[in-house]
């Protein structure tokens, strides 16, 4: 499956942004989907998932209650609702999608095959 990213920008803290993931070449309606990001000199980090089988999705400590994820099966989209960004919200996004991602190594980005290009996201003090 080939991945999309879209929607970053440049933001000033205490705003929102709404970033986008468009897969094509295959259904993902049996893909565990998540958000990744990596902010320059750091290890790319776990942000949040929504897996096939479970409608409940799972975030980093840091971002819950500020971002949400979503997605659309139909549409083969996944999106991140962000909200209250911060100036550590600072970081290149990347969607990432696999089918065979188990619970412990969920947010692992080993554990995913596909990855879309990234999409900057820029939070001004």
């Known amino acids: 499956v080939q991945l999309q990213a879209s929607g970053g920008g440049l933001v000033q803290a205490g705003g929102s942004l709404r970033l986008s993931c468009v897969a094509s070449g295959h259904t993902v309606s049996s893909y565990t989907m998540s958000w990744f990001r990596q902010a320059p000199g750091k290890e790319r980090e776990f942000v949040a998932i929504f897996r096939w089988y479970n409608s409940n999705p799972t975030y980093t400590a840091s971002v819950k209650g500020r971002f949400t994820i979503s997605r659309d099966n139909a549409k083969g989209t996944l999106d991140l609702q962000m909200n209250s960004l911060k100036p550590e919200d600072t970081a290149v996004y990347f969607c990432?999608?696999?089918?065979?991602?188990?619970?412990?190594?969920?947010?692992?980005?080993?554990?995913?095959?596909?990855w879309g290009q990234g999409t900057q996201v820029t939070v001004s003090s």
């Open positions: 990432a999608a696999d089918r065979n991602v188990i619970w412990s190594s969920a947010t692992d980005p080993a554990a995913y095959k596909s």
